[in-house]
Nanobody, 115 residues
Framework: VQLVESGGGLVQAGGSLRLSCAAS????????MGWYRQAPGKQRELVAV???????NYGDSVKGRFTISRDNAENTVYLQMNSLKHEDTAVYYC??????????WGQGTQVTVSS
């Protein structure tokens, strides 16, 4: 299964960005679609995940600012990021779990927030 991410870039603090990730390939079912991020010198951390049925989970640092959504027909997940802070600067990775079993990662997209 291949993932193609888009939407990263440079934005000023307080601004917004929208990331997208489209999955393609041999997909019978998607169980979860999510976003993780990794800043220089730090471990990769959960940003947000959305499960089949629509349940969501967010990292504490982004609650109330970021919104995850998915288009089931297009096997695409979105991350709307508002009120961006300098500390949101990181490489953002898409992750998709599904069947026949796969655990796929995107190539990563850079998000840079200038203070």
């Amino acid at each position: 299964v291949q993932l193609v991410e888009s939407g990263g870039g440079l934005v000023q603090a307080g601004g917004s960005l929208r990331l997208s990730c489209a999955a393609s390939g041999s997909i019978a079912r998607i169980n979860s679609m999510g976003w993780y991020r990794q800043a220089p010198g730090k471990q990769r951390e959960l940003v947000a995940v959305i499960f089949t049925g629509g349940m969501t989970n967010y990292g504490d640092s982004v609650k109330g600012r970021f919104t995850i959504s998915r288009d089931n027909a297009e096997n695409t997940v979105y991350l709307q990021m508002n009120s961006l802070k300098h500390e949101d600067t990181a490489v953002y990775y898409c992750n998709v779990l599904g069947l026949p079993y796969f655990d796929s990662w995107g190539q990563g997209t850079q998000v840079t927030v200038s203070s």
